[in-house]
């Protein structure tokens, strides 16, 4: 079965970073073929797609709120994926889940942000003021 296994979400000051980290297995297509992505959900709030990268790496595409500050990254050899986030804000405070593009596929649809399907518990950031 699928299985997505995030970590690395802490509780930082505003204007910190973290970097999270999702070890992917069981996809239904191999991994280094599957874009992946990493979205968010806050207590009440709808979830928002942060970020899409393709299968090889080469195309990333971020929400505008996170552009220039969040970087998307993969390593397929060991079946992961990565957010970097700086200058992190207090909005930034939510549930961070790792997904794989649904329906599967290489690259990232326009409509990434809402075709991003997690398997995983999520893991919480955050952002004190």
């Known amino acids: 079965q699928v299985e997505m296994v995030e970590s690395g979400g802490d509780l930082v000051q505003a204007g910190g970073s973290l970097r999270l980290s999702c070890e992917v297995s069981g996809l239904r297509f191999p991994f280094r073929e599957s874009a992946m992505g990493w979205f968010r959900q806050a207590p009440g709030k709808e979830r928002e797609g942060v970020a899409c990268i393709s299968w090889s790496g080469e195309g990333k595409y971020y929400a505008d709120f996170v552009k220039g500050r969040f970087g998307i990254s993969r390593d397929n050899s060991r079946g992961k994926i990565y957010l970097q986030m700086t200058d992190l804000k207090p909005e930034d405070t939510a549930q961070y889940y790792c997904?794989?593009?649904?329906?599967?596929?290489?690259?990232?649809?326009?409509?990434?942000?809402?075709?991003?399907?997690?398997w995983g518990q999520g893991t919480s950031v955050t952002v004190s003021s």
């Open positions: 997904a794989e593009h649904e329906p599967s596929r290489r690259t990232c649809s326009k409509e990434w942000g809402e075709a991003l399907r997690a």
